[in-house]
């Protein structure tokens, strides 16, 4: 079944990583592994909302849960995953009155990336808020450094001395 192999790829993992827990996507469909994992000891983090994989379904990064059908089945979703066992559930990219809605509903944290001020925590990626990828700006994302242009400034400065042959000199030789 999918639940053996979900656990048997959570023992794997774990003991190949070393990692702490685990953040599984999905809702209802994924509560049968989220508990047998959880019941073998690993930890598990829900993911509800813009997951990752959803881009291949769904096509677009567009915001999830606007329309009240898919709103309702993320509520039940968390409080299934809740029940599952996980011990927090990340919202990603939802309408904001729904995060503060689902995480008022639930005894366990939730962490918001693109879903508004009202979740328990916060997080973004950390590539994405020092500015690395340019092209990825998200009205979610405050960039906190513009490490894009440094990273350029640095390279191209790079090259030039390599192409000048001031690198590498006499100091930097053996």
């Known amino acids: 079944s999918n639940s ?19 953040k599984l996507e ?11 994992i959880v019941s073998a000891g690993i930890p598990v983090m829900g993911h509800l909302g813009l997951t990752p994989q959803s881009i291949y379904k769904f096509g ?5 849960a606007k329309e009240e059908a898919e709103a309702e089945k993320l509520r039940r979703d968390a409080l299934i995953l809740q029940e599952a066992g996980c ?10 009155h729904l995060a503060q809605v689902v995480s008022q509903s639930l005894h366990i ?15 973004l990626v950390m ?8 092209e990825f700006s998200p009205r979610f994302l ?8 440094q990273i350029t400034g640095a390279v191209q400065q790079y090259i030039g001395d390599v192409k000048s ?10």
Do not use: W
């Open 4 to 22: 053996d192999v979900a656990l048997a790829s959570a023992i794997k993992i774990m003991k190949e990583t070393g990692g702490h827990s685990l």
């Open 109 to 123: 944290p939730t962490i918001g990336i693109g879903a508004g001020p009202h979740c328990d925590g916060q997080v």
């Open 127 to 134: 590539h994405d808020m020092l500015g690395i990828n340019n």
């Open 26 to 36: 999905g809702g209802e469909e994924v509560a049968d592994s989220i508990k047998r």
């Open 87 to 96: 011990f927090a559930i990340v919202l990603e990219k939802i309408p904001a």
């Open 60 to 64: 677009t990064y567009n915001v999830r």
């Open 142 to 149: 405050r960039k906190y450094l513009n490490l894009h242009e």
């Open 165 to 174: 042959q001031d690198f590498p000199n006499d100091k930097e030789s053996y």
